[in-house]
């Protein structure tokens, strides 16, 4: 079973930065995907970014293009989001998503329904 493990979040001011990290363990994820979601209160989950583990492909919303990105470290298991130049609409829960099921993240890679396991979110909170 696929276990994802997010760290990183807390509180940063609005033009500074943050970096999340996304632990994954239980499977090889050399030949599959990542992504990046966030939930801000009293608003629908929304895509943020995604990428084949390998770095060949990646995504970013328009909100956050030129701002964050996401890489991995294979050494470690881990997938990273770096989030600079942060704005107070960037507030949110931040959650990690897999998908080893390549086919089907090609199709939805800025959908929840191209990926099968999800992180328990971390909170990222930018003041004004």
């Known amino acids: 079973q696929v276990q994802l493990v997010e760290s990183g979040g807390g509180l940063a001011q609005a033009g500074g930065s943050l970096r999340l990290s996304c632990v994954v363990s239980g499977r090889t994820f050399s030949s599959s995907a990542m992504g990046w979601f966030r939930q801000a209160p009293g608003k629908e989950r929304e895509f943020v970014a995604a990428m084949r583990w390998s770095g060949s492909t990646t995504y970013y919303a328009d909100s956050v293009k030129g701002r964050f990105t996401t890489s991995t470290d294979n050494a470690k298991n881990t997938v990273y989001l770096q989030m600079n130049s942060l704005k107070p609409e960037d507030t949110a829960v931040y959650y990690c998503?897999?998908?080893?099921?390549?086919?089907?993240?090609?199709?939805?890679?800025?959908?929840?329904?191209?990926?099968?396991?999800w992180g328990q979110g971390t909170q990222v909170t930018v003041s004004s």
């Open positions: 998503a897999a998908s080893t099921d390549i086919f089907r993240w090609s199709r939805w890679p800025r959908m929840e329904t191209g990926y099968i396991d």
